[in-house]
């Protein structure tokens, strides 16, 4: 059975920074096709980060420059380092690999 599961999420202020984790289980996965999604209280789910073929990575246009989205392939884990967090980061972060989803982890950036 594969699994997804996300850590690192919590509270933190603006300006502040957190480490998504996303850690695999029941397969191995490659480091294209996996990503991160997020989804804030009353909007649609967005896409934030996407680790592509080669290591090409591309990022929604708003967290160009302060999230950096990467892979172990040796843990089978995909992060997402969060830098410079704004009050619009606040959301619920999903990881997707593949057809595959996690549960998610609250991120909630305070003024």
């Known amino acids: 059975q594969v699994q997804l599961v996300e850590s690192g999420g919590g509270l933190v202020q603006a300006g502040g920074s957190l480490r998504l984790s996303c850690a695999a289980s029941?397969?191995?996965?490659?480091?294209?096709?996996m990503g991160w999604y997020r989804q804030a209280p009353g909007k649609e789910r967005e896409f934030v980060a996407i680790?592509?073929?080669?290591?090409?990575?591309y990022y929604l246009e708003s967290v160009k420059g302060r999230f950096t989205i990467s892979t172990d392939n040796a843990k089978n884990t995909l992060y997402l380092q969060m830098n410079s967090l704004k009050n619009e980061d606040t959301a619920h972060y999903y990881c997707?690999?593949?057809?595959?989803w996690g549960q998610g982890t609250q991120v909630t950036v305070s003024s």
């Open positions: 029941g397969r191995t996965f490659s480091s294209a096709n």
């Open positions: 680790s592509g073929y080669l290591g090409s990575t």
């Open positions: 997707y690999a593949l057809q595959y």
